[in-house]
């Protein structure tokens, strides 16, 4: 029995020659930090990802409207668990150097979904290492250190969290198996952050996130993360009150006793006729075939169209 039509990958939907090539070389840009060459994700060809090419990994991470909305809801989760929240924001350049943080941190997931097994494995490598250097005391005087079992597991968690509840609430719902799939298919990657605690289903995300309850808190540096996301050069200046847009849309998905432990009020968030205009986009995005992408070069290195991960396909 085949799957209903609106549970299908979208069809791609063919553009313009010259808006294909502005839309490739934008997206492009954006994972691209000042100074670093393009990542080619064609090579070794023939090499496979740490998450399989027919993975829900590989569908919901082609989407860029859901990696912005899902990626800025993932950071207001991890800001409010004060260990993590303090080595983000002593120990990375997102106050002084937006841009090329949210570069660097959107080339880091693609290379973990996208890439040959052996260069995410020596890039995954290569974070760990960095994160051994990072530790210190909250202002509350409580140790931290960004390879702890524990906080990478938080972490972890909550990117899952945010891709997935952008991607569902945005682009498509999710069956439960669905949400459950990609939560365990990015164990290995998990496990080589070493998040060995990373949640495997929705039900131990759940369970993660009532653990958590007392230990998340509101601080000034979640509304300051929002303001930078709303107000850095991350799209031209006319599109930035879509920009602004995506931000209170990812507030919105964000669980409700989230928000109020926060302090984020309805105003931060997206109201129906906003929800609508981003599922809009969502969807629209999910039908344009970024031909340079990731997602794009990732399925030529495996021998596969691409436009392999916008074919209507049935289980």
């Not at 080339?107 to 994160?131: D, N, P, Q």
């Not at 993660?208 to 509304?223: K, Y």
């Not at 989230?258 to 931060?268: K, N, P, S, Y």
Request: charged share 20%; net charge positive.
């Amino acid at each position: 029995m085949q799957r209903s039509r609106s549970h299908d990958p979208a069809t791609a939907l063919p553009l313009p020659s010259f808006i294909q090539r502005a839309v490739d070389s934008l997206a492009q840009e954006l994972l691209r930090p000042r100074g670093s060459p393009a990542m080619d994700f064609t090579q070794p060809a023939g090499e496979p990802a740490l998450a399989p090419h027919d993975s829900m990994s590989w569908q919901v991470f082609k989407n860029p409207v859901a990696m912005f909305v899902g990626g800025v809801a993932a950071v207001i989760l991890e800001l409010a668990e004060p260990r993590v929240r303090t080595g983000v924001w002593e120990h990375s350049t997102f106050r002084t150097r937006p841009m090329q943080r949210l570069q660097r941190t959107g080339l880091a997931a693609m290379v973990t979904v996208y890439g040959a097994r052996s260069v995410a494995e020596k890039m995954i490598a290569g974070v760990v290492r960095r994160h051994g250097e990072v530790a210190g005391h909250t202002p509350a005087g409580e140790p931290y250190a960004a390879n702890d079992r524990a906080l990478l597991t938080w972490v972890q968690a909550t990117a899952a969290f945010g891709f997935v509840q952008a991607y569902h609430a945005y682009v498509r719902p999710l069956r439960q198996d669905e949400f459950d799939r990609l939560y365990l298919e990015g164990a290995p990657a998990a496990r080589l952050y070493g998040a060995l605690d990373a949640p495997t289903s929705q039900d131990e995300v759940s369970a993660l996130f009532d653990r958590m309850r007392g230990r998340l808190e509101a601080s000034p540096i979640v509304f300051e993360f929002l303001d930078i996301m709303s107000n850095a050069p991350i799209l031209a200046a006319p599109l930035r009150p879509v920009q602004r847009l995506l931000v209170r849309a990812a507030v919105e998905i964000t669980p409700v006793w989230v928000r109020e432990c926060l302090g984020l009020t309805r105003a931060h968030g997206a109201g129906a006729i906003e929800k609508r205009l981003v599922h809009w986009a969502g969807s629209f995005a999910d039908r344009i075939v970024l031909r340079e992408s990731p997602a794009a070069q990732a399925c030529r290195r495996l021998g596969l169209p691409a436009d392999y991960l916008y074919r209507r396909r049935s289980p």
